[in-house]
């Protein structure tokens, strides 16, 4: 054993080291970040409203607020649990031991070696490896910090260690030799995605064929979404303001990793978005961001006469109809349809 230490001691250390930094951001999150997540979903949802959530997106019903709750949280860890980062966090352990005694073997070429001494990485392929650790740690470690974690994120980590080395290679054999490393560690310190791009646009060049541009995305007609958000929720299938407006809002919440306000917020404006289309901006000013506000507006016309609330929603009522540009008849009809839409009443109770 001592020995063996001796002969292998300076390789274990570098393979212990180099696993504690790329796993300590996803053991952190599973153990820290995974919980806060929970709460904020958990605790943004009364009994009532889970009821609701359960009845309108997963077909299941419960006789009272108590058994909503039960199975509220049996689904949700079902669903959602810390188990589903038992595989994703294994296959990436196993890959950065394996990566890095290769790596180090590579490097001092120790008189014990757990590979055999014929296979060795180059100074290219260790570039493109050193390349793609930092990229993937630096990601890891930043997704810890905003608590932005997901099983498929640590696969796609895990991925884009394992092909670090050929791609890095393949690519950066069509540089000069004098600078191969540097190429290959600058491809594999880019994201998955952006090579994935730029690899379509090589491979269409060397083609002589075109790719089609990407076309503008209807969502970024909603308030507060840009093109980044966009493609977050493009990973998730999420195209069409009508796909978002219908769309199970903590599903969506786990698997972009945003807040729940935000969701909701984004799934309450798409709701008046499918009945009301490009008018919807021109009652925002009067208090009208989502089908939220045109529920609570329903609501407010339904209190006792001497009550202030219903005045105000009184004297808006004309105002309304002329920015609609439609009757009051036409406008009563649309505003009820989006206040009393089933999918309503769960971000109703969710904000009351």
Known sequence: MIEFWHSYGTPLIFILITSIILLTPVLRYVRVGWKYKTMDITNSIDDEAKKIYLEKFLKDTAATPDEARIKFYKNYHSRFGRRHFIVPLAVLGILVILQGSLAIESIIHPDIHLWTPKLELNSAALAALAG?????????????????????????????????????????????????????????????????????????????????????????????????????LAHEDIASIAQLAYCDPIQLTMRTNLSFNSIVDLVNQALAWVYIGEKLPLIRALGFRGAYEVRQFCEDLGLPESNTDRTNAQNIIEEIAQRLGVTQDKMWYVITTIAYDPYTDFIYRTWS
Request: charged fraction near 20%.
């Open 132 to 232: 793609a650790y930092m990229w993937v740690v630096s990601d890891f470690i930043l997704r810890a910090r905003r608590m932005d974690f997901s099983p498929a994120d640590v696969l796609w980590g895990t991925l884009r260690l394992f092909i670090a080395v050929p791609l890095g290679l393949s690519v950066g054999s069509l540089a000069k030799p004098d600078v191969l490393a540097f190429v290959a560690f600058g491809l594999g310190a880019f994201p998955l995605e952006t090579i994935q791009t730029f690899l379509r646009q090589l491979s269409a060049k060397s083609l002589n064929i075109e790719i089609g541009t990407v076309q503008n995305s209807e969502l970024l007609r909603l308030d507060g979404v840009d093109q980044i958000l966009v493609e977050r």
